[in-house]
């Protein structure tokens, strides 16, 4: 420890003790600070030595961090679909809340993560992104066009002819991870073949052609035109996959088949591809789950290959799962670590919380806050289970939403709720939550109506929050998404860049791709990069 820093915490800490805080607070760890500070939040909060030690304390946790620059043995990508900055805001004001604080001081597990940045995610031909291109950026390291998913800008939406040309093809974290012997899988709430997913194995001219029916729907040849879900089962880097976890049977079933459920596949090739994917995988110790139990009573020690699909469609939201059928976020992100846990030089694994952006696009928030509540419990679970020595956590979003809170409503106001301030023009009350476009959209009589208003209650799951230009569902914003890192080179996602940077970033750290690396001297792998591209 240099003599400067030494002397800038002794200072810290008599400045500390001058306030008459006691020591062993002065070193709580932050889980206890956060308590601690919430309970004497009420009588602390008009001193102004509160304010001064809540400062000092995060002083001295920043000037504590050290660059860690092993080498990145795992990475979990952790996306939480739609989660703009706003998002984060109020999840943390409705934990908070739930927890009986008034919320505002409260953090999400991840927030406390040393590093933190901002990611730019606009397409190549779009100002405002899909869940699409994004994944194309955060996960190959190109950034792309709208709803095309693993191809470069060259290929527009729909052109299936560009999209078979190889040459636009660029390979995903898992395909760079794969090629150095790691294992790989990844997690998801939405169907295993939805955008985010799909971009860690797909190369696709259009987001939507999931299964072959999907694919004739748009009057194209599947037998051309490679469906997503054909895709992960039957080519690289999906195939080799030994996590698949997430919703979506209904894309992997033939027309005529009844699921676990009682749902109908939908694939008119008839080929039913998760007995292809058990066919593949009969020499090798694999197992197919459909519920909570089965993914429970899967030996994690024992298999190699675990598929487990637990939604004809995308999984239930949190609020209304069956829990005792449907596992949670947390619980697959858990089972995804202990399978790839097993691999003797690491793993890459890819974690999505989508429902987080569905319930957006219903502007129905209370379910939005919820879900990246359980997103954060599920990255919680990750960090126990790891160790920042030589794993590399990444938290980000894809994109934003038009979900704004607004107003000034009086400190620990219920976030869900109404605004405890009226609007100065017409007197009427209105949510602090609320969103830019979508299906909430109301004239502000509606407000004026005794009985209309007894009506709404925004704390409900499912309430529709108010917005302003009416749509069938609320889009996607344009805004910057938030990047927090911890583990192995976590310091390089500081700053704000291009949200294509991820991966690279990520490669750099865990020695995977063929970009640079902490592996492999800089200068020499730059002239080497240049020479092949």
Not at 384 to 400: G, K, P, Q
Not at 466 to 489: R, S
């Given at each position: ?6 002397a ?5 800490i ?8 006691q020591?062993?607070e ?25 304010w001064n030690?809540?400062a ?5 946790h920043q000037l ?15 996306l939480?679909d ?10 943390r004001?409705y ?5 009986g ?6 953090r999400?597990?991840f927030?406390?993560f040393?590093?933190?940045g901002?990611?730019k995610?606009y ?13 194309t950026a955060y996960?190959t ?5 709208y ?5 470069t800008?060259?290929?527009?939406r729909y052109n299936?002819?560009?999209a ?5 093809h660029?390979?995903?974290l898992a395909?760079?991870a794969?090629?150095?012997g ?11 073949t939805?955008a985010?997913p799909?971009g ?5 001219a259009?987001?939507?052609w999931?299964?072959?029916a999907d ?6 040849n599947?037998?051309m035109?490679?469906d ?5 089962i039957n ?5 080799k ?5 997430g919703?979506?049977r209904?894309k ?10 009682g749902?109908k596949?939908e ?5 039913n ?12 110790p694999s ?7 089965g ?9 190699e ?6 939604a004809p ?7 209304e ?5 449907q596992?949670?976020l ?18 890459f694994?890819f974690?999505?919380?989508a429902?987080?952006d ?13 879900e ?11 960090t126990e289970?790891t ?13 934003s939403?038009?979900?704004t809170i ?6 620990g106001?219920?976030?869900l709720?109404?605004?405890s ?5 017409d007197?009427l009350p209105?949510t602090?939550?609320?969103?830019a ?9 509606n407000?004026t109506?005794?009985q ?6 925004p704390t ?19 805004d910057d ?11 390089l996602?500081?700053?704000m860049?291009?949200q294509?940077l991820i ?6 750290a865990?020695c ?5 690396t902490?592996?492999r001297?800089p200068?020499?792998?730059?002239s080497?990069y240049?020479?092949?591209?």
């Amino acid at each position: 420890m240099g003599l400067n820093l030494l002397a800038i915490i002794l200072t810290l800490i008599l400045t500390v003790l001058l306030i008459g805080v006691q020591a062993d607070e002065y070193h709580s760890s932050g889980s206890e600070w956060r308590a601690r500070r919430s309970t004497r939040a009420a009588s602390g909060e008009q001193l102004a030595e509160f304010w001064n030690f809540d400062a000092q304390h995060r002083l001295l946790h920043q000037l504590s961090v050290r660059h860690n620059h092993n080498i990145a043995k795992n990475v979990i990508l952790f996306l939480g679909d739609g989660m703009s900055v706003a998002t984060l805001a109020a999840s943390r004001m409705y934990l908070g809340q739930l927890q009986g604080h008034t919320g505002e001081e409260s953090r999400l597990f991840f927030e406390d993560f040393p590093y933190t940045g901002l990611a730019k995610t606009y397409c190549v031909d779009k100002q405002v992104a899909d869940s699409a291109c994004t994944a194309t950026a955060y996960l190959t390291g190109v950034k792309a066009n709208y709803a095309t998913i693993g191809v470069t800008a060259a290929v527009k939406r729909y052109n299936c002819t560009s999209a078979r040309d190889t040459a636009t093809h660029v390979d995903s974290l898992a395909a760079w991870a794969q090629k150095t012997g790691k294992g790989t899988g990844f997690v998801t709430t939405a169907r295993v073949t939805h955008a985010s997913p799909a971009g860690v194995y797909a190369h696709t001219a259009n987001r939507d052609w999931e299964s072959d029916a999907d694919v004739v729907k748009s009057k194209e040849n599947p037998k051309m035109c490679q469906d997503i879900a054909s895709q992960l089962i039957n080519s690289d880097p999906g195939r080799k996959l030994k996590v698949i976890l997430g919703g979506g049977r209904n894309k992997l079933l033939p027309k005529g088949m009844v699921d676990e459920q009682g749902s109908k596949g939908e694939r008119i090739d008839g080929v039913n591809l998760i007995h292809e994917w058990m066919v593949q995988k009969k020499r090798r110790p694999s197992a197919y789950v459909s519920d909570r139990k089965g993914l429970m009573g899967v030996d994690t020690n024992s298999t190699e290959y675990l598929l487990g699909l637990f939604a004809p469609d995308h999984m239930d939201y949190n609020l209304e799962a069956q829990h005792e059928e449907q596992p949670s976020l947390a619980e697959m992100t858990v089972a995804a670590i202990e399978m790839l846990s097993k691999e003797k030089r690491g793993y890459f694994l890819f974690v999505e919380g989508a429902r987080i952006d569905m319930a957006h696009h219903k502007a129905k928030a209370h379910l939005a806050l919820d879900e990246t509540v359980q997103f954060a419990e599920a990255v919680r679970m990750a960090t126990e289970l790891t160790n920042a020595r030589d794993t590399l956590i990444v938290v980000t979003s894809d994109h934003s939403h038009t979900m704004t809170i607004s107003g000034y409503a009086e400190r620990g106001n219920n976030i869900l709720d109404f605004n405890s301030q009226r609007s100065n023009v017409d007197n009427l009350p209105y949510t602090t939550l609320m969103y830019a476009n979508g299906p909430g959209a109301m004239p502000r009589a509606n407000f004026t109506d005794a009985q209309r208003l007894s009506q709404m209650n925004p704390t409900v799951n499912d309430f529709v929050y108010p917005a302003h230009v009416p749509l069938k569902d609320e889009t996607h914003g344009g805004d910057d998404v938030a990047v927090f890192a911890n583990g192995p080179w976590a310091h390089l996602f500081v700053g704000m860049y291009e949200q294509n940077l991820i991966p690279h970033a990520i490669g750099y750290a865990s020695c995977i791709g063929e970009g640079l690396t902490a592996c492999r001297r800089p200068l020499a792998t730059y002239s080497t990069y240049r020479r092949k591209h």
